[in-house]
């Protein structure tokens, strides 16, 4: 069965530092990849996705992730936080059009 | 407007009434799917729906049911509402690209339910 580990429930950076933010997943074959942002009280936006091809991708409002097969990871990474990127981020994988996604980690930024 | 398109926004009720939530998209999309959101457990697929009268459970289908019969509305019926169903439900959308799996998913705003 697919799933899908965020295992940083809750991560604080101070703006302007930079930020990572893991992802692992379980999935036999090459699996498609996202990230989703959620700010308070809002539904769900995506942030970048990995079909395939290069393993680094861009996505908006500067944000980066990397895809490994090796350690079946898809990290986000930020080089400067903003104060406006707290929020709650998912991570989640795409088989047979089902989403499976993390239980999120919750970005908090301080001044 | 284009879009996805969830009401009502919040909504409170009481144990044992029933409750449907409604999902619109304006897009046409193939794929349908609810969702609820809770803390720890992040998002949990309760039931999708791959194209009109076609539906199928996810992962926590016990105590909710749904309908297609058009493509762009895939309502969230609660019949019997329970404390434990208390939560946030989004609603999404994909296009169908089965082969080659570039689906991405579009969320609603959200339905904040709770049941007393």
């Known amino acids: 069965a697919q799933s899908v580990t965020q295992p940083d429930i809750h991560i604080t950076v101070s703006e302007g530092a930079s930020l990572e933010l893991r992802c692992n997943y379980s999935?036999?074959?090459?699996?498609?990849l996202f990230w989703y942002v959620q700010s308070p009280g809002q539904g769900l936006q995506l942030l970048l996705k990995?079909?395939?091809?290069?393993?680094l991708v861009q996505g908006i409002k500067g944000f980066e992730a990397e895809f490994k097969r090796s350690q079946s990871s898809f990290n986000l990474r930020k080089p400067s936080v903003h104060w406006s990127d707290a929020a709650e981020y998912f991570c989640?994988?795409?088989?047979?059009?089902?989403?499976?996604f993390g239980s999120g980690t919750k970005l908090n930024v301080k001044p | 407007d284009a879009g996805i398109t969830q009401s009502p926004r919040y909504k409170i009720t009481e144990t044992g009434r029933q409750v449907t939530l409604m999902c619109h998209q304006t897009w046409s999309h193939s794929y349908m799917f609810w969702y609820r959101q809770d803390l720890g457990h992040g998002l949990r697929l309760i039931y999708y729906?791959?194209?009109?009268?076609?539906?199928d459970k996810g992962e926590v289908p016990d105590g909710y049911v749904v309908s297609r019969s058009k493509t762009e509305n895939f309502p969230l019926t609660l019949e019997s509402a329970t404390r434990s169903q208390t939560s946030v439900y989004f609603c999404?959308?994909?296009?169908?690209?089965?082969?080659?799996?570039?689906?991405?998913?579009?969320f609603g705003a959200g339905s904040r339910l709770t049941v007393l």
């Open positions: 999404a959308s994909s296009e169908d690209r089965a082969y080659s799996g570039a689906n991405v998913l579009t």
């Open positions: 729906s791959a194209a009109a009268d076609i539906t």
């Open positions: 999935y036999g074959a090459t699996p498609y």
């Open positions: 990995y079909f395939s091809g290069d393993t």
């Open positions: 989640a994988v795409h088989n047979f059009n089902k989403f499976y």
